[in-house]
């Protein structure tokens, strides 16, 4: 044992191995955090997947037979509210009441919906050929309180 000497310097052994263990564990927190999976969606018709948007599909729209459609003449030509909510109701919706909108004269027909029905109405304003839609903004009479969607025919 002539040849051993001893270390007379100190050294932070506990200090090394922990800034040694803690370094790979920075590194695999910053590629955890940074990494963003490819959000995919299918393609239509085609089978393949297209990046970008999420996979989920959408919600089914509700049935017909479980939405009610109020169609208000918003044109004043006698009958046409009418006329309307009959063919609303061959279609298989629900309910279709006639009525007379607050005002008669809307140059533009419009299908209006509830909070949560969008695509419900989008699906009816193409079914009966009226291309705008929007939000209904709540100034409608109160014994309509319970129908989801509201077609308003104008003059067009």
């Not at 239509?44 to 297209?50: F, L, N, Q, S």
């Not at 014994?143 to 509201?150: E, F, G, S």
Request: hydrophobic fraction near 40%; aromatic fraction near 6%.
């Amino acid at each position: 044992m002539e040849h051993v000497q001893p270390l007379n310097r100190f050294f932070p052994w506990r200090l090394a191995v922990l800034v040694a263990s803690a370094l790979p564990l920075v590194i695999l927190a910053g590629l955890v955090l940074t990494h963003r999976p490819a959000q995919t969606r299918p393609v239509p018709g085609t089978g393949r997947v297209a990046k970008g948007q999420p996979a989920t599909p959408p919600l089914p729209l509700r049935p017909r037979s479980s939405i009610s459609v109020v169609v208000l003449n918003g044109n004043g030509v006698s009958g046409a509210a009418g006329n309307e909510a009959t063919s609303v109701l061959s279609r298989g919706y629900r309910h279709a009441v006639p009525g007379d909108a607050p005002s008669l004269d809307y140059a533009r027909s419009l299908v209006l919906y509830r909070p949560g029905w969008q695509r419900e109405a989008e699906r009816l304003a193409q079914e009966v050929k009226i291309p705008t839609v929007a939000t209904l903004d709540g100034r409608l009479a109160p014994q309509y309180a319970h129908d989801q969607l509201v077609v308003i025919l104008g003059a067009n």
